[in-house]
């Protein structure tokens, strides 16, 4: 596969506080635009309901198959975009995202990642969404 991202490391700016990259540039032609994810099954039906690290993985996993379909990877991925409900559930989040970040992104070069703590989604049992750009070839 193509390398459609380089992580950018500026020397006069701050350092990530997490798992993510300050920038990235790209070399992808085409770009996909993933809609904020939920915590979804294929038919409908809330994964984790009251469980914050489920909702996150399952998130994930729903990136994971639009990647898929477009015939890329998480290594097109170059820009994540994380609304959390309830800054109590900041390090839920983070700590499912701990946890398997190594596995979809094995080079430890994470895209940029912005993480909103939002009073609400569209339904009160969702406590996560994640959106997704990806660049193709």
């Not at 540039?25 to 099954?41: E, N, R, W, Y």
């Not at 992104?105 to 895209?111: A, N």
């Amino acid at each position: 596969m193509v390398q459609m991202r380089t992580v950018v490391k500026p020397n006069k700016a701050p350092g990530p506080a997490g798992m993510y990259s300050i920038g990235v540039t790209t070399s992808g032609k085409k770009m996909l635009f993933i809609a904020g994810q939920v915590a979804l099954d294929t038919s409908g039906k809330l994964v984790g309901e009251g469980d914050v690290k489920a909702q996150t993985r399952q998130v994930f996993d729903n990136i994971g198959a639009v990647l898929a379909d477009a015939g890329a990877s998480f290594d097109n991925v170059v820009e994540l975009t994380s609304f959390v409900v309830d800054s109590k559930s900041v390090a839920g989040f983070l700590e499912a995202r701990t946890a398997f970040f190594p596995k979809l992104f094995p080079k430890g070069d994470y895209p940029p990642n912005t993480l909103l703590v939002v009073s609400g989604l569209a339904f009160p049992e969702w406590l996560v969404e994640v959106k997704a750009i990806a660049a193709l070839e």
